[in-house]
């Protein structure tokens, strides 16, 4: 990812584990469609390019902790960096609901202080008082209505769209399938494209597909509403890496630029696009298959043009 460090905040010294320059494959089984394969950085997230940017920008602005609301991927990636950098990591995370046992194991073997909370909400509670009180580095959101994660690591996400844009020999894919919750890649993505097209280097911005677990973004979308209203969240949702239930503004903002489109899927679906790209060989994490069920929608709507899902993480 540092290849691309000119267009990234100065930093002294990257803390980096090798994330970034992940491949672009093309599915045997859907022709016309890529796989970016996020799988591949070194946690088995796309969160890594988020985390190795943010922790560096932490350590050089020296801060001693840095901290996450995350009960996954952003946790581990988090702690991950953390620990190559020689920082403190605090997890927030609600009881019961860590994405699996591997997940906790994993972060106490890179040293992370995980504290558990009561409820969703608390978690941000607990950041906003440690980031007031401790002088933590929040990595995650915690404002209401959501916003971004921290944006120096956001920017991050940008790499994805050089790295795309170059790995097709500095042309575009007509779509991208996004897996997303609060939209920080999406948003990031589409913010890299339209850098790299004002520089000359590609002719245009890719249209994204937002797949979402809950509505609030594609209501925005269609209807005209700049900040999303919070969906209905029921008590259990299995695909909890995009499970947020209110949808950013920036999240909005990116899908109409690109002129794309939001696609809402549930928990069945998103079963049944994982045990599809398994049988094909793709072992991916039960939110990451919703890139590969929106490949598939978009073919299923007519469109004949290149694709790109983006599969965020390992299953």
Same mark, same amino acid.
């Given at each position: 990812?540092?290849?691309?460090?000119?267009?990234?905040?100065?930093?002294?010294?990257?803390?980096?584990?090798?994330?970034?320059?992940?491949?672009?494959?093309?599915?045997?089984?859907?022709?016309?469609?890529?796989?970016?394969?996020?799988?591949?950085?070194?946690?088995?997230?796309?969160?890594?390019?988020?985390?190795?940017?943010?922790?560096?920008?932490?350590?050089?602005?020296?801060?001693?902790?840095?901290?996450?609301?995350?009960?996954?991927?952003?946790?581990?990636?988090?702690?991950?960096?953390? #620990?190559?950098?020689?920082? !403190?990591?605090?997890? @927030? =995370?609600? &009881?019961?609901?860590?994405?699996? %046992?591997?997940?906790?194991? /994993?972060?106490?073997?890179?040293?992370?202080?995980?504290?558990?909370?009561?409820?969703?909400?608390?978690?941000?509670?607990?950041?906003?008082?440690?980031?007031?009180?401790?002088?933590?580095?929040?990595?995650?959101?915690?404002?209401?209505?959501?916003?971004?994660?921290?944006?120096?690591?956001?920017?991050?996400?940008?790499?994805?769209?050089?790295?795309?844009?170059?790995?097709?020999?500095?042309?575009?894919?007509?779509?991208?399938?996004?897996?997303?919750?609060?939209?920080?890649?999406?948003?990031?993505?589409?913010?890299?494209?339209?850098?790299?097209?004002?520089?000359?280097?590609?002719?245009?911005?890719?249209?994204?597909?937002?797949?979402?677990?809950?509505?609030?973004?594609?209501? #925005?979308?269609?209807?005209? !509403?700049?900040?999303? @209203? =919070?969906? &209905?969240?029921?008590?259990?949702? %299995?695909?909890?890496?995009? /499970?947020?239930?209110?949808?950013?503004?920036?999240?909005?903002?990116?899908?109409?630029?690109?002129?794309?489109?939001?696609?809402?899927?549930?928990?069945?679906?998103?079963?049944?696009?994982?045990?599809?790209?398994?049988?094909?060989?793709?072992?991916?994490?039960?939110?990451?298959?919703?890139?590969?069920?929106?490949?598939?929608?978009?073919?299923?709507?007519?469109?004949?043009?290149?694709?790109?899902?983006?599969?965020?993480?390992?299953?």
């Amino acid at each position: 990812m540092w290849k691309w460090r000119e267009f990234f905040p100065p930093l002294p010294s990257p803390v980096s584990l090798g994330e970034g320059g992940t491949p672009l494959v093309p599915l045997r089984h859907l022709p016309g469609v890529w796989v970016k394969d996020e799988r591949a950085n070194p946690t088995g997230s796309f969160k890594d390019r988020m985390a190795s940017m943010a922790v560096s920008w932490a350590q050089a602005q020296g801060f001693g902790t840095v901290a996450v609301a995350s009960t996954g991927n952003a946790a581990v990636s988090t702690a991950a960096y953390a #620990a190559a950098a020689g920082l !403190r990591c605090v997890v @927030l =995370a609600k &009881e019961g609901a860590m994405a699996s %046992a591997d997940t906790e194991r /994993s972060l106490r073997a890179l040293g992370a202080d995980i504290r558990f909370t009561e409820s969703w909400h608390e978690r941000w509670t607990e950041l906003e008082r440690g980031v007031r009180e401790q002088g933590w580095y929040p990595v995650s959101n915690y404002r209401v209505p959501p916003l971004s994660s921290q944006p120096v690591g956001v920017r991050a996400y940008r790499s994805l769209a050089y790295e795309i844009a170059e790995q097709r020999d500095w042309s575009v894919p007509d779509w991208i399938a996004v897996p997303v919750s609060r939209g920080d890649a999406l948003c990031a993505m589409v913010a890299g494209f339209e850098e790299i097209r004002e520089l000359g280097w590609i002719s245009r911005v890719p249209r994204m597909l937002a797949v979402v677990r809950f509505p609030s973004l594609q209501e #925005a979308v269609r209807s005209g !509403r700049e900040q999303p @209203l =919070a969906s &209905e969240y029921p008590d259990r949702v %299995a695909a909890v890496s995009i /499970s947020d239930p209110q949808a950013t503004a920036a999240a909005v903002r990116a899908v109409r630029h690109s002129g794309g489109d939001v696609l809402v899927v549930g928990d069945d679906d998103l079963a049944e696009a994982q045990a599809d790209a398994a049988s094909h060989g793709w072992l991916v994490e039960f939110s990451s298959a919703a890139a590969m069920a929106g490949a598939v929608e978009l073919r299923q709507r007519g469109h004949e043009g290149d694709i790109v899902a983006l599969v965020t993480a390992a299953g």
